[in-house]
């Protein structure tokens, strides 16, 4: 019989539950006033082209990421691929730019680039490395042996990697490719920019042209069914980690043909997603005289910073909390609480931020514009990431450790302290990397839910754009991808000593 998780991790995981439920009881509630309208909205035309639109966009960029990111993951850590420690920081560096920083650039560089193609290219460009990531840890944790006997039974190479290798990735690359499809579905910035319209635009329309709640809230309830649509089918497609034993000792790498040329061409992918968005930060830099504050660009900084590290220890736990529960006790409840968490991933942070400002404003006004809505807005937003990226380490634990540590005369909670906690702590560093670099990109909730006075680089970056200070913007860009680029390396740092540890 399975024991009861202890009782931190239920009460981490409720309250974080309740907290990425809180945008759905608001639409909820404004589903609830006007029943008759929502019918309409669902119905019309309009809501169908943005159905159309938007579907189109999430299955093509989620596929194209799926594809390259595998690829690039299974180049840089299995075969010997040249430069490979360079493609293996290049290949994590697109986190570091914000999809709309990207689109910006892209269309500065290049008048007309707007529609379906760009806003597939530059959201595949932005979003690969959450696939490359995931899948590239995994293999790197895997047991290289199993391989290397399938091989040795005569196994040709491609039967070594749909029968061997693609098992061990598959949690990862669905997980990654779940948290690809939620954002592509969530984006606003990007494909505004780029103008391709698709839910969130409807919904950011609707705010803005006509102040009509009620019809954006339909709208959004639209994409918490297609949320739900694609839950459902990454559940069928999961897969189970096995525990494996990690490989101890040197590892061989797979001789490809044309290596070189493999190399070439991820050297231009990695050109396409940040070189181009980097031009023309810098090209807008030394066009005019940049009229950046130097204190204000300070304060930005000091604010993203601030924000960024306290959203990821705190959206890290909470995250830690639900995989244990829906990994290591798995029941009904935690079926429950791991959907009630991806759920509200796909709404547009203009309706999680306008949910929180009816709670703050109507239910809980002593936390109305300050920090602690801002993080609330941040554990709705974000917890997926953390959860996505701790979830392949925590399943790799075999649970008859557990059992040996109880055995032992130690408490649930001593278990979890001096067994769990160490072994996943890697992952756990990931997952707050991850957040931490996501975070500091985060822009619609932000705007609406600051404190009064306080600008993030995105913000700031975001208002100087709109009223197109193109040459006062830029080193808000370059800064915060130069920021962002740190824990964008600190994510691939295990992959890193995996290949220095291979021959």
Do not use: C
Request: without cysteine; positive net charge.
């Amino acid at each position: 019989m399975r024991q009861k998780p202890p009782a931190v991790l239920v009460l981490l995981a409720v309250f974080a539950t309740l907290i990425s439920l809180v945008p759905i009881g608001y639409l909820l509630f404004r589903g609830s006033q006007a029943a008759d309208q929502l019918l309409a909205e669902f119905v019309r035309p309009r809501t169908f082209e943005l159905l159309t639109n938007t579907t189109l966009l999430v299955v093509s960029v989620t596929a194209s990421a799926l594809l390259i990111g595998v690829f690039q993951a299974w180049l840089v850590v299995r075969t010997n691929l040249p430069f490979r420690n360079f493609f293996a920081v290049a290949a994590a560096l697109p986190l570091a730019m914000p999809s709309y920083v990207s689109a910006f650039g892209w269309v500065s560089l290049f008048p007309g680039f707007y529609g379906f193609w760009p806003s597939w290219l530059v959201m595949t460009l932005t979003t690969t490395p959450y696939v490359y990531l995931a899948v590239a840890a995994s293999l790197a944790s895997g047991n290289f042996q199993a391989e290397e006997v399938a091989r040795s039974l005569g196994k040709n190479r491609k039967r070594v990697l749909s029968e061997v290798t693609w098992p061990i990735i598959r949690p990862a690359a669905t997980a990654s490719s779940l948290l690809v499809a939620l954002y592509t579905l969530s984006e606003f910035g990007a494909v505004a920019t780029l103008r391709f319209e698709t839910f969130t635009i409807g919904v950011y329309n609707a705010y803005r042209s006509s102040f009509d709640r009620n019809a954006a809230a339909a709208i959004a309830i639209v994409l918490v069914v297609f949320t739900l649509v694609i839950l459902f089918a990454e559940r069928k497609s999961r897969g189970r980690v096995g525990n494996l034993e990690p490989h101890s000792g040197r590892r061989g790498r797979i001789n490809i043909q044309g290596r070189f040329g493999f190399a070439g061409g991820l050297f231009v992918f990695a050109g396409l997603g940040i070189g181009v968005p980097v031009a023309a930060l810098i090209r807008w830099s030394f066009i005019g005289t940049s009229s950046a504050e130097v204190q204000r660009l300070f304060d930005a900084l000091i604010a993203t910073i601030g924000y960024s590290v306290a959203a990821g220890v705190i959206i890290t736990a909470f995250a830690l909390a639900i995989a244990l529960i829906t990994l290591r006790y798995r029941s009904t409840f935690a079926r429950s609480i791991e959907t009630s968490v991806w759920v509200g991933h796909a709404l547009p942070g203009i309706v999680v931020a306008l949910s929180l400002v009816f709670l703050g404003a109507n239910v809980f006004p002593a936390i109305y514009q300050t920090a602690w809505l801002v993080m609330i807005a941040y554990v709705a937003l974000f917890l997926p990431n953390a959860l996505a990226g701790i979830r392949n380490p925590v399943s790799q634990i075999p649970i008859v450790l557990d059992d040996v540590g109880r055995s032992l005369g130690q408490t649930k909670i001593q278990v979890l302290r001096k067994i769990t906690l160490p072994i996943v702590s890697p992952g756990v560093m990931a997952a707050l990397a991850l957040v931490t670099l996501t975070v500091m990109k985060e822009l619609p909730a932000t705007l609406l839910l600051r404190p009064t006075g306080v600008d993030t680089l995105a913000t700031r970056l975001w208002a100087l754009t709109d009223a197109s200070f193109y040459a006062a913007a830029a080193p808000y860009g370059l800064l915060l991808f130069l920021l962002g680029g740190i824990p964008a390396w600190l994510l691939n740092r295990q992959i890193r000593k995996t290949i220095d540890a291979t021959t």
